[in-house]
């Protein structure tokens, strides 16, 4: 296995960092329904259960490396800088780890995260992308905006969604007449009374190999789902030849989410911390770290909470804990077993979880070293 030897930035930490009474741990949070729990979605936060995730993580991470991992893209990420600003961030990965930044400088979170651009990604995982999974991000959002356009979507002022989508997002839409000929086709259990037109909205992100498909019309749902689903396939045929990707799809409510991947391999959350663990991270950090903890609540999320252990480059392992967390709790297939795992599944109950979580991590600890 190759290792990309580009000079860690981590080798700039201050070794006082990882040591003391606290046990070094590596800490990665997803950021929608974990680390912020959204009042009115991307716009107002609850901020009580904000103060308290950020006390409880900043317990768990205290002498060792905290990053956040998300699905959105850098340019919705970056709006929200300012949730950050108690926080150490050591890394960021966005859009399902298919970009990885390190704090190379160690700068305060919201002065590095506000200035971030696409082209301080960490130029190793880039490589390892494009080498094992051959991910085109550039094609692949050419071709989600091709086939959008084609199937007669036009675009319209984000201002007629401001509580769906962020200033920065491409909005389309276009109307679907349900007929006594094509409900079946778009998912219906049974014919319309009458014909409907019904307008669907998508939502894209720049930088994020996704669609964000609004449901209007609860009624409606299975119809949402279905012109989603044949979107996703469509676009998948349309960039197989440039650029491998599947779509993966999550129900969040009040709209389906569709995040592509390299079709075929396991590029995810847990890639970038088992980048982290086997690539990135010099020696002198390896050593000291004592395991590895996870937060997250939604389908994405999944690969990382249902690890059991991450080998590293040192052929040593790590015990893994993982709290599961969220409104979309319920929503999630079942995890498999997990030797350290806690569920959090109502609001204002996370930091409890994770603080659990630790506290077990300790006993584990020292039964380790009485044994």
Known sequence: MQVFNLGSPFHRIPPGRFTGNSPALLVA?????????????????????????????????????????????????????????????????VDNGKELFLNSGRQPAVTWLQGLTHAQADVAWKKELQKTARW????????????LSEAGFQRIPVSEYPSFALKT????????????QNWQRLGLKQAPERSVRLPVTISIVPDESALYVLKENSAFASVYKAIGQTLARQIETRVAHK?????????????????????????????????LLQKRLPKSI?????????????????????????????????????VVSGPTLKNL????THPRRTD????????????AQYQQFLADNRLKKSG
């Open 29 to 93: 949070s997803d950021f929608d329904d974990t680390y912020v729990r959204w009042r009115d979605y991307n716009h107002r936060v609850n901020h009580s259960y904000l103060k308290q995730n950020q006390e409880a993580m900043r317990t768990v991470s205290q002498n060792g490396l905290f990053g956040i991992i998300t699905g959105r893209g850098l340019s919705s990420l970056k709006p929200f800088a300012r949730y950050f600003k108690p926080m150490r961030l050591d890394f960021v990965a």
């Open 333 to 336: 297939p079942e995890l498999k």
């Open 344 to 355: 959090a599944p109502r609001q204002g109950q996370l930091k409890k979880a994770i603080l």
């Open 243 to 275: 650029s491998s990707l599947s779509f993966r799809y999550s129900d969040h409510g009040f709209y389906d989410y569709y995040f592509g991947a390299p079709e075929g391999h396991t590029i995810s959350k847990a890639s970038i911390i088992d980048f």
């Open 169 to 180: 997002d491409v909005v389309v839409k276009k109307t679907v007449h349900i007929t006594a």
């Open 286 to 322: 390896l050593k000291t770290l004592k395991g590895v903890f996870v937060f997250g609540d939604s389908r994405n999320d999944v690969p990382m909470l249902e690890r059991h252990e991450y080998a590293t480059r040192l052929k040593t392992t790590l015990p893994s804990y993982c």
């Open 136 to 147: 085109d991000q550039a094609e692949v959002m050419k071709s989600i905006f091709d086939q």
